[in-house]
């Protein structure tokens, strides 16, 4: 099992920055296949993919909407994965989640993924 305690988010204005970190424990954790992602969930909207990176080589990718404001990077040595996020906009609104799959493979869709942080809200005002 693998259990992932996420902190930080809140509410800013459209422009400002936030960061969201998540930490992951359980001896599953020492696998380097995993692959760590951050979801997102507004209101009435299903769960999308923002970004992933690839514990082994960090490796990165980006839903297009993220591309050049949000950075997904991990610190190895603290089994955190961070999402610093830039260049607000009200439309980046919602719950996110972390989540890590185990396969190896850099997947988007959230139902591949087994393990799930608790959410944290992120709200951006106009």
């Known amino acids: 099992q693998v259990q992932l305690v996420q902190s930080g988010g809140g509410l800013v204005q459209a422009g400002g920055s936030l960061k969201l970190s998540c930490v992951a424990s359980?001896?599953?954790?020492?696998?380097?296949?995993?692959?760590m992602a951050w979801f997102r969930q507004a209101p009435g909207q299903e769960r999308e993919f923002v970004a992933l990176?690839?514990?082994?080589?960090?490796?990165?990718s980006y839903t297009d909407s993220v591309k050049g404001r949000f950075t997904i990077s991990r610190d190895i040595t603290e089994n955190t994965v961070v999402l610093q996020m830039n260049s607000l906009k009200p439309e980046d609104t919602a719950v996110y989640y972390c989540?890590?799959?185990?396969?190896?493979?850099?997947?988007?869709?959230?139902?591949?993924?087994?393990?799930w942080g608790q959410g944290t809200q992120v709200t951006v005002s106009p």
């Open positions: 989540a890590a799959n185990p396969t190896g493979w850099e997947l988007r869709d959230p139902r591949d993924y087994a393990f």
């Open positions: 359980g001896e599953a954790f020492t696998d380097y296949r995993y692959v």
């Open positions: 990176i690839r514990w082994n080589g960090g490796s990165t």
